[in-house]
C-alpha cells in the first residue's frame, strides 16, 4: 500500500511527464524573434544550423507499449536444461527470489542480451567474465527466447538468440517472430536507440556506475533522453563550424615564429624580405604575395640562371669553322699574285666605270634594255648606243664602243681573277660565321656581380676573344686559343652559378611553398575574422538557450528522483536537491547532484555508504526508464537489496509499488527481506522462487510466504509413506516451529516499526530472540518482556495456545505424545492468531 503523501507528491511529476512539449528547434525560434536586440548575422547562424536535420538516417521505432511474457533459457549460464520464466505481461510487481548461484540472475542476463547483443555485468570486463557463458552442464545447444507483448495489431512478438556449438557469444542467430509467423533477422539497428535512452535493464554492477561512473555518461545519456539532439546538433554544427576557424587561425600563429626562425637562418635575398614582412604585428599580406608570385626567385637567382644559360660553340663545331677559316686563308695567299691584284683592281674600277655609263644611259634606254645588276660581267651584246664624258678625266668620251670594249674587258678580267675572289669570299663568309656564333660580352655577366660570382675571367676571355673575331685577318690558332680559354672560364663560372644557385634553392625551396601555404592560411583568416565573432556570439546563445530548455525538460525527472531518494533514503542524513547538468556536449559535462549532509552543502558521495549510492543510483535509473515516451512499460532490477539496511528495504518495497502501478516490474534477488518487506507491508506482489538442483536444472515455483511454506512442508512429510515414523514425526514438529518462528518475526516487526522504533533497534530486538518461545514473547508481548509470562498471556486465548507452542518446540528434539495432524492444524490457527 502506498502513503497518500506519496501519491500526492508523485502524481504532477508523472502529469508534467506526459506532456508533449513544443519541439525544442521551435522554441529556440521563438526564442530568436523575442530578441530583437540580436544582431541579424548572428540570427542568420543560428536558424541555419536549426535547419540541419538532427537525426537523419535513424531508423524509426514502430513498438509501444512492451511487457515481457516469458524468458525462455536454455544452456546460458547457470541454466543448463530448458528453463521458463512466466511473467504476468502487464503492470505490476514480481519479485524472483533464489540463493545466490539458482540461476536467477541468469534469466536477467538473458533478457538483456536478447534485446540488446550484450550484458553490461560484463563490459569492460576481463575476457574471463565472458567464457563461462555456455551451461557446463549442457553447453550445446544454447538458446534464449524473450517473448513480449506490444501495442499494435500484432501484439505477440518474440525474439531470440541460438548459438551452435563452438560458435562465439558474438556470433549466432537472431531473429524476430510475430504472431507464429517465420522468422527475420532481428531489427537490432532499430531497437538500439530506444534501448539507449530508455534502458529498462539495470544490474547490480551498474547501481554503483550510475553514480560513480564516468561524469560524462550519465549527462550524455539524460541529455539525449530530454529529446534535445535537435539543439545538440544545431549546436555541434556552429561548433564544428568555430572550431575549424579556430584552427585555422592557431595554425597561421603557429606557423609565423617557425617560419622566421627558419627565415633568419636563410643568407638569401627573399628570405630576408619575408623575415622583414613577417616581422611586422601586421604583416603586409600583398607585399608577400607579390615576392612569392616572382617566378624568377629574385635578381640573384635570375642572373645566376643567365649565366647557366649561356653557351658557345662545341669544341667540335668551332673547329670545323677554323678549319674553313685557314683553307680559305690557304687560298687567298695561293691566289694572290701581283698581276691577279692588278687585274682585280683593274676589274673592279670597269664595273665601277661600266655602271656609271649604265646609270646614265638608264634616262635614255627602255627599261627592259638596261644593264640588271651593277658589277655582274654584261654581255657584248648589251652595249650601250649613249655616250658620256669620262668620269675620271673629263675630256674623253664613253661611248658604244667604250662599253663594248669594257664589257669584254670585264669578262675577261673576271675569269683570270676568279680564284682570288671566290678564296676572299669564303674567307670573309667563315669570319661572320664565327663572329656571329661568338657574339660580345653579354651584359647579363655585370648583372650577375651580387650573385657572389667573379665574372672578371670570363669577360676578359670574352673580350679578347671579341678583339680577335674583330680583327681584319685573325689568326686562326689564336681564336682557337681564346675559344678553349672562353670555354674554360664559362664552365668554371656554371660550375660556380650551379652550386651558388642549388645552396640558394636549397634554403629558399622548401620555405617558398611554406610561406604560400601561409599566406593563403592568412588570407582565409583574415576574411573570416567577422564570421568568427559572429559563430561565437550564436554559439554563446545557443548554448544558453539551450541550458534553459534542458532544465525546464529536467526538471520533472529530477523531481521523480528526489521522490525515489526519499523514500529510500529512510535514516539517511543525507539530501538530495535539485539534478542538473552542467557544460555542453564536446566540453567538461557532468550531472551535478545537489546534496546536503547533515543540512551542509557537500560533496555527498564521498561519504556516502555502499546501499546508499545504491539507492542514489536507482533515483538516476528510474526516472529515466519509466518516462511516458518509453516504448518500454517494463523494468528488469537485478540484486538491488545488497548494501541495504532494513529501512531502505522498506523504501525500496514503496518505489517499487508506486513504479509498478503502470509498469511491468521484475526485481532478482537472493534477499529475502525484499519480498519479507513486500508480505509484511501487504504489497500487490507476485513472488516466484528459484531453485537450481543437480546439473542445473533450474524450476521456478510461485512462492507463498515462508510460514506457510513450512507448513504446507509439514503437510507433504505427513503424507510420505516411506519415512519412517520417528523422523517424519521429528521433521514436522521441526516445520511446525519453524512456521511459529517465522509468524512472530513477521509479526514483531510488524508491530516494532508501526510503534515508530529504528530498523536498527529492531534488528537488534530479533537478532537476541534466540530461541522459539523468545520469539514468540517478542511478537506477542513486546521488548523487554519475560519469556516466563508468555503462557500466561497465551493461556487467556486458550489452553490449545500453550500446548502448541510447547509441543512444537519439544516436538523437534523428543518424542511427543500428539497426533501430528492436529499439531499442525493448531500451529496454523496460531500463526493466523498472530497475523492480526
Known amino acids: 500500500m502506498i502513503s497518500k503523501g506519496v501519491e500526492k507528491f508523485v502524481e504532477p511529476v508523472r502529469e508534467k511527464s506526459r506532456e508533449s512539449p513544443a519541439r525544442p528547434g521551435a522554441l529556440l525560434l521563438r526564442q530568436l524573434e523575442s530578441e530583437p536586440d540580436l544582431p541579424s548575422e548572428v540570427a542568420t547562424v543560428i536558424r541555419a544550423a536549426l535547419a540541419t536535420p ?7 521505432f514502430e513498438h509501444g507499449g512492451i511487457f515481457l511474457r516469458a524468458v525462455r ?3 546460458f549460464r547457470g541454466i543448463g536444461p530448458e528453463a521458463v520464466l512466466e511473467l504476468p505481461a502487464g503492470p505490476g510487481l514480481t519479485l524472483v527470489t533464489g540463493r545466490n548461484g539458482s540461476g536467477k540472475s541468469s534469466f536477467a542476463e538473458a533478457a538483456e542480451l536478447a534485446l540488446t547483443g550484450a550484458n553490461r555485468r560484463w563490459d569492460g570486463r576481463s575476457a574471463a567474465w565472458r567464457e563461462g557463458w555456455r551451461n557446463l552442464h549442457r553447453s550445446d545447444p544454447v538458446r534464449i527466447e524473450l517473448e513480449l507483448h506490444t501495442d499494435g495489431p500484432h501484439p505477440e512478438v518474440t525474439v531470440a538468440r541460438e548459438w551452435l556449438p563452438g560458435e562465439p557469444l558474438t556470433g549466432g542467430s537472431w531473429t524476430q517472430h510475430r504472431d507464429g509467423a517465420p522468422g527475420t533477422a532481428f531489427p537490432y539497428r532499430e531497437w538500439a536507440l530506444p534501448m539507449e535512452l530508455y534502458r529498462p535493464f539495470l544490474s547490480y554492477s551498474e547501481l554503483g556506475a550510475l553514480v560513480d561512473g564516468k561524469p560524462s555518461e550519465l549527462f550524455d545519456a539524460l541529455h539525449q533522453l530530454l529529446g534535445l539532439d535537435e539543439l545538440i546538433a544545431a549546436h555541434e554544427a556552429i561548433r564544428s563550424r568555430r572550431l575549424a576557424l579556430e584552427s585555422a587561425a592557431r595554425a597561421m600563429r603557429r606557423e609565423r615564429p617557425a617560419l622566421l626562425a627558419e627565415l633568419a637562418g636563410v643568407a638569401d635575398r627573399r628570405a630576408r624580405h619575408a623575415e622583414r614582412i613577417l616581422r611586422h604585428p601586421d604583416p603586409d599580406l600583398g607585399e608577400l604575395a607579390q615576392l612569392l608570385a616572382d617566378t624568377t626567385g629574385g635578381r640573384e637567382p635570375a642572373a645566376l640562371r643567365t649565366v647557366l644559360a649561356l653557351e658557345l660553340p662545341s669544341p667540335a663545331r668551332m673547329a670545323t669553322l677554323l678549319g674553313r677559316l685557314r683553307a680559305a686563308q690557304a687560298a687567298v695567299s695561293a691566289a694572290t699574285v701581283p698581276e691577279s691584284v692588278a687585274d682585280l683592281r683593274i676589274l673592279e674600277l670597269l664595273r665601277i666605270a661600266y655602271s656609271h655609263v649604265a646609270e646614265q644611259d638608264s634616262a635614255t634606254t627602255p627599261a627592259g634594255d638596261r644593264i640588271a645588276e651593277v658589277g655582274r660581267t654584261p654581255e657584248p651584246a648589251a652595249a ?16 658604244g664602243q667604250w662599253t663594248t670594249d669594257t664589257a669584254t674587258a670585264i669578262t675577261e678580267l673576271s675569269e683570270r681573277t676568279a680564284a682570288l675572289r671566290h678564296a676572299r669570299a669564303e674567307r670573309t663568309a667563315v669570319l661572320a660565321e664565327i663572329r656571329a656564333a661568338i657574339g660580345p660580352p653579354p651584359t ?14 670570363l669577360r676578359d676571355a670574352w673580350a679578347k676573344w ?7 685577318h685573325p689568326a686562326p690558332d689564336r681564336l682557337g686559343t681564346a675559344h678553349d680559354r672562353l670555354t674554360t672560364e664559362l664552365d668554371f663560372l656554371r660550375q660556380r652559378a650551379a652550386k651558388e644557385l642549388d645552396r640558394l634553392e636549397q634554403a629558399w625551396a622548401p620555405l617558398a611553398p611554406r610561406l604560400r601555404a601561409w599566406l593563403d592560411l592568412a588570407g582565409s583568416v583574415a576574411a573570416r575574422t567577422t564570421e568568427l565573432d559572429t559563430l561565437r556570439a550564436a554559439e554563446d546563445w545557443v548554448k544558453s538557450a539551450t541550458a534553459r530548455v534542458r532544465d ?3 526538471a520533472p525527472l529530477a523531481g521523480t528522483a528526489r521522490w525515489v531518494w526519499q523514500s529510500l533514503r529512510q535514516q539517511s542524513n543525507v539530501e538530495l536537491g535539485g539534478i542538473r547538468l552542467q557544460g555542453n556536449a564536446n566540453t567538461a559535462r557532468r550531472v551535478q547532484l545537489d546534496v546536503t549532509v547533515d543540512e551542509v552543502d557537500g560533496a555527498a558521495l564521498g561519504v556516502m555508504s555502499q546501499g546508499e549510492l545504491h539507492a542514489l543510483g536507482l533515483s538516476l535509473f528510474l526516472p529515466r526508464a519509466t518516462v511516458s515516451a518509453s516504448p518500454f512499460r517494463f523494468v528488469v532490477i537485478d540484486d538491488p537489496v545488497q548494501a541495504m539496511d532494513p529501512a531502505k528495504v522498506d523504501g525500496l518495497a514503496r518505489v517499487l509499488a508506486t513504479v509498478a502501478w503502470d509498469r511491468q516490474v521484475v526485481v532478482f534477488t537472493h534477499d529475502d527481506r525484499l519480498a519479507e518487506a513486500v508480505r509484511r507491508m501487504r504489497i500487490d506482489a507476485r513472488i516466484l522462487e528459484v531453485q537450481r538442483r543437480e546439473r542445473s536444472v533450474v524450476e521456478i515455483r510461485l512462492s507463498s510466504d515462508p510460514v506457510h511454506r513450512y507448513l504446507d512442508d509439514a503437510r507433504a512429510l505427513l503424507r510420505t509413506p516411506q519415512l519412517p515414523r520417528a523422523i517424519a514425526d521429528e521433521l514436522v514438529a521441526s516445520c511446525c516451529r519453524s512456521a511459529l518462528e517465522a509468524a512472530g518475526l513477521a509479526r514483531a516487526k510488524r508491530d516494532l516499526l508501526a510503534a515508530g522504533m529504528d530498523h536498527r533497534e529492531v534488528q537488534r530486538r530479533i537478532d537476541t530472540a534466540q530461541s522459539t518461545r523468545a520469539m514468540v514473547t517478542l511478537a506477542v508481548l513486546g521488548p523487554g518482556r519475560r519469556i516466563e509470562d508468555l503462557n500466561k498471556r497465551l493461556a487467556k486465548e486458550g489452553r490449545w495456545a500453550v500446548e502448541v507452542v510447547r509441543d512444537a518446540t519439544a516436538g523437534a528434539h523428543i518424542p511427543i505424545a500428539r497426533d501430528l495432524a492436529d499439531l499442525i492444524a493448531d500451529t496454523e490457527r496460531f500463526v493466523d492468531w498472530l497475523a492480526r
Not at 446 to 452: D, I, R
Not at 466 to 472: G, K, N, P, Q, Y
Open 54 to 60: 538532427a537525426a537523419a538516417g535513424e531508423t524509426p
Open 73 to 75: 533459457v536454455e544452456g
Open 384 to 399: 650601250q648606243t649613249g655616250a658620256c664624258p669620262c668620269p675620271v678625266c673629263g675630256r674623253g668620251v664613253l661611248d
Open 444 to 457: 647579363e655577366l655585370a648583372a650577375a656581380q651580387p650573385a657572389y660570382l667573379d665574372t672578371g675571367a
Open 466 to 472: 671579341a678583339r680577335l673575331a674583330e680583327s681584319e
Open 552 to 554: 525546464e525538460r529536467l
